[in-house]
């Protein structure tokens, strides 16, 4: 398991390095955005390879299987997995369709005082998905990234005060260092599998997805925030009473969280490209 999430991870950063360049900006007044292969109703999936509960379709793996990957867990490093040192939940929004909200579950690797990466997955069982990535940046970082760049990121300040952002059973106290820290941040989630739609593969182009806002579009429904709650016994309103005094950011960039601002969503479509014919070596 550790060794296939480390590949993941791998391909889905290889797969978005460079995906900005090819995001389209969307109105929420036109229908133009239902076209975009990230609203696109999921496909056919292969039929006959079992699979059950909403997951992938395929065969139970054979104690064989478990052997050797048990084995190999014990051989190899695994050192990338194993810097994933935090688990949050909280929720996020797909950007072309703010109506559609997911409880997602990031676990958190800091590079540096500067930069997080974070495998997103949608729950915290055994069998959960790894649905996307997100990478989380201090300001300083985020102030100097392109204009255009910068309209893909959404800011974390509400996120962290409504007390939406939590580290499950670990005590708000230990938590408030690093919560006021975070809350100056910028972060760029995709999500690479919409199972929120009943997709039980990962289908189509990637998704950009945004964080909570306290405004009407940016609003978490709170049926999911009270069924979070009861998971793991604890209260978003008590939360957010004991983050008062966490500093809000002096400024927030007027790009990140561009919808709120512009009523625009960012998509990405899948078209054909020429293919370079020039090869790298002689």
């Known amino acids: 398991m550790h060794n296939s999430q480390s590949r993941d991870l791998s391909l889905i950063s290889s797969l978005l390095a460079h995906s900005g360049k090819a995001a389209t900006e969307v109105s929420s007044t036109t229908e133009d955005w239902r076209m975009a ?13 079992g699979g059950c ?14 052997m050797l ?8 490093s695994l050192k990338p997995v194993k810097q994933m040192n935090q688990h949050v939940c909280t929720f996020a929004l797909y950007a072309h369709d703010m109506s559609r909200q997911i409880e997602t ?13 974070c495998a997103v997955y949608d729950s915290d069982d055994s069998s959960g998905r790894l649905i996307g990535v997100e990478y989380v940046v201090s300001d300083k970082i ?5 204009p255009e760049e910068q309209k893909l990121w959404h800011s974390h300040a509400y996120e962290i ?14 938590e408030k260092p690093q919560l006021d820290n975070l809350a100056k941040t910028y972060g760029k989630f995709w999500c690479t599998w919409q199972v929120d739609r009943g997709d039980r593969l990962p289908l189509g182009a990637p998704a950009l997805m945004m964080s909570p806002q306290a405004v009407n579009l940016g609003m978490v429904r709170p049926d999911l925030v009270q069924r979070r709650d009861d998971k793991y016994n604890i209260s978003t309103d008590a939360l957010r009473a004991s983050r008062v005094e966490i500093e ?3 400024w927030i960039n007027p790009r990140a969280d561009y919808w709120k601002r512009h009523g625009n969503g960012f998509v990405i479509d899948v078209k054909p490209a020429e293919m370079k014919q020039i090869a790298p070596f002689p």
Not at 71 to 76: C, K, S, V
Not at 142 to 146: A, M, S, T
């Open 69 to 76: 990957y048990k084995g190999a867990e014990m051989m190899q």
């Open 53 to 66: 509960d909403g997951g992938p379709p395929g065969r139970p793996m054979t104690v064989g299987q478990h």
């Open 105 to 117: 579950h990031h676990y958190l690797t800091r590079l540096n005082q500067d930069f997080l990466q």
């Open 248 to 250: 809000e950011p002096e």
């Open 37 to 49: 292969s990230s609203d696109k109703e999921p496909g056919t999936i292969p039929q006959g390879l």
């Open 161 to 174: 005060k409504s007390g939406l952002w939590v580290n499950p059973r670990i005590p708000e106290m230990v």
């Open 142 to 146: 985020f102030e100097g990234l392109p």
